[in-house]
């Protein structure tokens, strides 16, 4: 999902800056004044030294304007054979609280691998 930060750098006027637990967040920068209804969309992405999935990649949101809110998206994968890919509205989780919400799925994934457990044949 990293490839969602790169294109909204590429396509100008976006506005990039820092969140709270320090993502940077990417969003389009035109006035919409006169569209009070208007949703922004947005990608996160951590820097990798600060917040990275288990196997190092950079943590990356992707956010998308859906019926006057905005539906957050982030997928990755935890461990070779298992990959995370969780959806929320943002108007549920405060976008100051998602790296802790990722943390706390992580856990639960976490606890639940079996890690080296052996194949089982199909009959």
Known sequence: ???YFDN???FGH???????????????????????????????????ETYST???????????PYVGSLVCR???????SLDIDYGYHEKDIDSKEIVKFDKYIRQ?????????KPETKAN
Do not use: Q, W
Not at 54 to 64: E, H, I, K, N, T
């Open 74 to 80: 982030a997928h990755y994968r935890l461990f070779p």
């Open 1 to 3: 999902m990293e490839h």
């Open 14 to 48: 976006f506005l990039i800056d820092k969140t709270v637990e320090g993502l940077s967040r990417c969003t389009d920068n035109y006035p919409r004044e006169y569209d009070k209804y208007y949703v922004r969309p947005a990608v996160y992405i951590s820097d990798p």
């Open 54 to 64: 288990l196997l190092g990649r950079p943590f990356v949101l992707a956010c998308s």
């Open 108 to 116: 639960l994934f976490e606890a639940m691998h079996v890690p080296n």
């Open 8 to 10: 909204c750098k590429a």
